[in-house]
């Protein structure tokens, strides 16, 4: 028979063990994440040996390790100048990597960081090489073509007398080239289903924006194509001006002309049209 103080100590015993139950995981999971803890714990090397260890094992040939390194260094001791100094390395590293996401991530947050820093203009350099190294064909949206137009656009207009200026012009005329043949693709798509005015709309961004790639002689001859089919003779006839005055050897001309002539006109320049103000 069980008495009064046995079902009591029974009570007790019970509740011990629903509590040991409970306890046990926390218990465990306490212990399983100490070691989480340790490597959560703060890094107290110096920012310059770090900086030391990554630059050691960039030489080595290391780069991931390298990249690890640089990072490890700019979480530790952000807008340090060795966090400055390592967020130009990440932007080399992950370039060479071709980590082109993460080499434009470290190059704009060094540029708004330090964006009177003589390395901005290596940081836009690096941004506009990894969006140029991304271009897609030219049947493709091309939005990263210009996001690489943007980068090197802006390394010019700040740092002209930057060392990687000049490169960075030669990439941006085949970027604008690249960029002129989509509008013109689009605007032969436009003009093969007759709707004239967007193909025009095309045609006129490569005149104003294009004009020094190669694109802008097939452009007046559309130009000339699709306002004639509007029957908006006076532009046709500039539009075909335009192109014997500046490009007479061509055979976009030729076609310009005999496209006319058919009609009983002749290229002839109007001088208050936007094609000819364009042109001067």
């Known amino acids: 028979m069980i008495t009064g103080a046995g079902v009591s100590g029974t009570k007790r015993m019970q509740t011990f063990f629903r509590?040991?139950?409970?306890?046990a995981p926390i218990a465990l999971a306490a212990?399983?994440?100490?070691?989480?803890?340790?490597?959560l714990a703060l890094n107290d090397t110096p920012p310059e040996v770090l900086f030391n260890e990554g630059l050691a094992l960039r030489a080595q040939g290391k780069l991931r390790d390298s990249t690890d390194k640089f990072e490890e260094l700019d979480k530790l001791y952000p807008y340090s100048e060795y966090?400055?100094?390592?967020?130009v390395n990440l932007a080399f590293l992950n370039y060479s990597r071709g980590k082109y996401t993460e080499t434009v991530n470290a190059a704009k947050r060094f540029v708004t960081l330090y964006p009177g820093d003589e390395d901005s203009a290596y940081m836009l350099y690096l941004a506009g090489q990894s969006y140029f190294r991304q271009m897609p064909d030219i049947t493709r949206d091309q939005a990263v073509t210009r996001k690489s137009a943007a980068a090197f656009n802006e390394l010019i207009q700040r740092f002209p007398e930057s060392e990687y200026a000049p490169d960075a012009e030669k990439k941006l005329r085949i970027v604008k080239d690249q960029l002129g043949g989509k509008e013109m693709q689009v605007g032969r798509y436009y003009l093969q289903k007759r709707n004239y005015i967007a193909g025009i709309n095309r045609f006129k961004t490569v005149v104003l924006e294009f004009q020094t790639t190669r694109h802008v002689e097939e452009a007046l001859f559309r130009l000339t194509e699709a306002y004639y089919a509007l029957g908006v003779v006076n532009e046709a006839q500039t539009a075909a001006a335009v192109l014997g005055h500046n490009y007479p050897d061509t055979q976009w001309y030729k076609d310009a002309f005999s496209l006319l002539n058919k009609g009983g006109y002749e290229p002839s320049e109007d001088s208050g049209?936007?094609?000819s103000r364009a042109f001067r």
């Open 19 to 23: 509590m040991a139950v409970l306890a």
């Open 31 to 39: 212990c399983g994440g100490k070691d989480d803890l340790d490597e």
């Open 83 to 87: 966090s400055k100094k390592s967020l």
């Open 273 to 275: 049209s936007w094609i």
